[in-house]
């Protein structure tokens, strides 16, 4: 019989073998993320931090000559100005903060005129025989009231470290939206204009994520970062002047020489704006932009040109998938757009509308306009038309203000279109069917307020009218009609026409002008 004898193994070797085994494997892991496959990683690592981001170009000008002088000038140009901003994730010190800044961005102008609107919706609701305390409810605070509210609102923006709101895809396909709305997801908002996430009602945001990123085409790692809503980029003013900028810059120098953090997410950035150095002159000829483009006039015939062609360059993102303004890589350049220049004469040009101006407002018409050809060669001299407007300020256009109407002009009042298109009309003169258009809005206290266009005729103000609108010829085909009959020889300078009087035409009679 033969016995057998089991060895004790020994568990530190077994360990320092299993040990030795896995330190093989991280190291051929280690050795196959980075030196076999680093060329793969390394570039799905730059497409998570990259992004492509579009490089405007240069819009061109509109340009006018002055024929007698021969001097070139600018109707429509560009030109930056400084756009102050904030990070609020990145700043420690709001207080600190707004009481530092309030007095140096503070818009005089700006304030006044939001007072203004806040005392027009007070003025709204009063009774048309107020008391004394509604008067003083409805007087223009003092200059120094409104740096002290400036400056509270200044705190607020600074303080505000998450985004109330989030657009997420603005006019979204009805499938989308069909899709979405069965989800009834907390925190989105689903219309047919847009998706919009509120980040502090949102209760999963991994799940809504998940939901949402396959239908908005946004990552679901970039989608899940936008959701948590953190507010990385607030305008603090726009536009800033020569002056307020070095006062702004000063600041910045004087804490960075102190080592004072304080002012850190706070910068200046340089923004293009279109700009028409001339005001109002040939206005409607010219047009004005948007963000997508030019509106009316030269702007949008011309638009194509104009605008050249959009560059791109390759931008590092941060975690929300939001352009990080440095060390940017440009990839293709942008091509600035075409010039163009007018055949109008500046001179010209601005004595007609000076003149055309005096025209209407003595005539009490409601508009006017002037063509001035050069009959050897077509080209226009000027082209000029009343009410005008300031392209610079083109939303000042639409600014309405309330009136008072006694019940019988109220009467005049006339509702046309279809139902939820409807356009309110004041006759003024029923017997000549002059109108003009007007709002109705009925406030929650049961009052309806009465309101106009300042300048009556509203965005209409913006149409050339002696391009963009159909009129009655008349008299101007007499012209025509006897240029033919010279042109076929039958009329000459001494042909004569014996007027016997009216001319019967069925059951009417054409009369001379002057028969009475």
Avoid at 394 to 415: H, P, Q, Y
Wanted: overall charge negative.
């Amino acid at each position: 019989m033969c016995m057998f004898r089991r060895q004790k193994i020994n568990r530190i070797y077994v360990l320092i073998i299993l040990s030795c085994l896995g330190f093989t494997v991280i190291v051929w892991q280690l050795f196959r993320l980075q030196i076999i496959n680093q060329s793969y990683y390394s570039a799905k690592a730059e497409r998570s931090h990259l992004g492509l981001t579009e490089v405007a170009p240069k819009r061109g000008e509109i340009l006018i000559q002055d024929y007698q002088s021969k001097e070139t000038f600018r109707l429509a140009t560009n030109t930056s100005f400084p756009l102050l901003f904030a990070d609020p994730t990145l700043i420690k010190d709001p207080a600190y903060v707004a009481d530092k800044l309030a007095p140096i961005i503070f818009d005089a102008v700006a304030a006044k005129e939001k007072e203004k609107q806040r005392i027009r919706k007070l003025k709204q609701l009063i009774p048309d025989n107020p008391s004394k305390e509604e008067l003083a409810a409805i007087a223009m605070l003092p200059e120094e009231e409104m740096r002290k509210n400036f400056r509270s609102e200044l705190f607020e923006k600074l303080s505000q470290k998450t985004r109330q709101s989030i657009i997420l895809y603005k006019d979204p396909p009805e499938d989308i939206v069909a899709e979405l709305q069965k989800h009834s997801l907390s925190g989105i908002e689903v219309t047919k204009e847009a998706i919009t996430a509120y980040p502090s009602q949102i209760s999963d945001r991994d799940y809504t994520a998940k939901i949402i990123t396959p239908l908005v085409d946004i990552p679901y790692e970039r989608l899940s970062e936008l959701l948590v809503g953190r507010n990385r980029y607030v305008v603090l003013r726009q536009k800033l002047t020569t002056d307020v900028e070095q006062k702004v810059r000063k600041l910045f120098e004087e804490a960075k020489a102190t080592k004072n953090e304080n002012f850190t997410g706070i910068n200046l950035l340089e923004k293009t704006y279109r700009y028409y150095p001339e005001g109002q002159l040939a206005s409607q000829v010219i047009g004005f932009t948007s963000d997508r483009g030019g509106v009316y006039g030269i702007e949008q015939s011309f638009d194509s040109a104009l605008r050249g062609k959009k560059g791109i360059s390759k931008t590092k993102l941060d975690a929300a998938g939001q352009p990080v303004i440095v060390g940017d890589v440009l990839i293709e350049a942008a091509i600035g757009g075409d010039d163009v220049t007018l055949t109008l004469d500046r001179s010209v040009q601005m004595t007609i509308e000076k003149l055309l101006s005096k025209a209407v407002q003595d005539a009490k018409a409601d508009s006017g306009l002037v063509i001035i050809m050069e009959p050897k060669t077509g080209r226009i001299v000027s082209l000029a038309h009343y009410p005008t407007f300031n392209p610079n300020e083109f939303g000042k256009a639409l600014e309405t203000e309330d009136i008072r109407l006694t019940d019988e002009e109220i009467k005049n009042i006339v509702t046309v279109g279809p139902e939820g298109e409807e356009i309110n009309y004041l006759y003024l003169d029923t017997d000549s069917h002059y109108r003009i258009q007007v709002f109705k809005e009925l406030l929650e206290n049961g009052k309806t307020v009465i309101s106009k266009f300042k300048n009556i005729l509203g965005a209409g103000v913006y149409r050339n009218l002696s391009v963009a609108d159909l009129y009655e010829p008349g008299s101007v085909f007499k012209t025509i009609i006897m240029a033919i009959a010279i042109d076929d020889g039958d009329v000459t300078p001494y042909t004569t026409f014996n007027d016997t009087g009216p001319v019967k035409v069925d059951e009417f009679e054409i009369h001379n002008a002057l028969d009475t």
